[in-house]
Each structure stands twice: as structure tokens, then as C-alpha cells.
């Protein structure tokens, strides 16, 4: 018989950095499974909105400061099912666009000791480098595709669903 886990709910912002067609992502790698990229976001805080903690965690993981009003979005949603540290969490994603001013160099700042141990590296990839790097993996699964969308036609009137 299998042990019943107990499934954690949470709410996560996080931010599509764009340089001209260009997007910020970070490297992760847990302890547990294979490293993958992912764009800069995380858990809001009680009490915080999903504009508030997307800048936040920006903040904390490229030391890059955006006003949470300068946010465009959200853009995308996104509803997963993952496990972390032998937790089951069930996460509700949204997504908001900042632009780079080109000025401010991303550091991978790693505020947070769980961050500093899983957070890798940072790295600018392009739309087309997306679609070529079969090797990575890529978190939403669809990034290239739906990135590609986002640049040619902007920001969608209601969040486009960006899978599981």
C-alpha cells in the first residue's frame, strides 16, 4: 500500500526578463532530480500580490530592481504538479514582462540559502537558442514557442496558458 503525501498549494509569480529577443533564465539543479532553466520567480509572501513577488524575486535572484507597477501581465499562467524535497507541490504560476535596460549586469544573487544551494547559473538565451538546445531542459516545457508568440505579437489580452 502506498503512503498517502500530502500535496502543498502554492503561489508563485514570476518575471519574463526580455533584452531585445533575448530572455533571463536561471539554472537550477536539485539534489534530486536534473538540472533545468527557468525564468526568475518564486512563492509570494503572506500578504504579497503576484506583481510584488515577481519583482521581488527577481531582485533576489539577478539583483535587478523593477517596480512591481512596471510589470506588464500577467502574460502567461501556468497550473503544475512537482516534487521538491520530497514534498509534492501543486503551483499556480503567473507570469510578468520586464525589459532589461541594458545597463544593470544579472547576478546570480541567491538571497535565500535554499536558492543558493539549487540555483546554478544565469544565462541570456535567445529564441532561437531555445529551440536548438535539446539537450537543456526547459521550465514551462513550451518556453520557445511560447516566447517566440510573446515577441512577435506582445502581450496577450487575457494570460495565455502556458502548460503543465
Known sequence: MMEAVDERQRQAARVLLIDDDA???VEVAPATSAAFWLT????LDPGETSRQAAARELHEETGIVVAPKSLLGPVWRRVH???WDGNMIHQHDEFFV???DGVTEAVLNNVD???AATNRSLR???VEELAA???ERFVPASLA???RLLLLHGPPEIPRDVGA
Open 98 to 100: 520586464a525589459r532589461h
Open 23 to 25: 530572455i533571463l533564465l
Open 81 to 83: 504538479r512537482f516534487e
Open 113 to 115: 540559502p535554499v536558492e
Open 133 to 135: 538546445a535539446t539537450a
Open 124 to 126: 541570456w538565451w535567445r
Open 40 to 43: 526568475p520567480g518564486g512563492a
Open 145 to 147: 514557442h511560447d516566447l
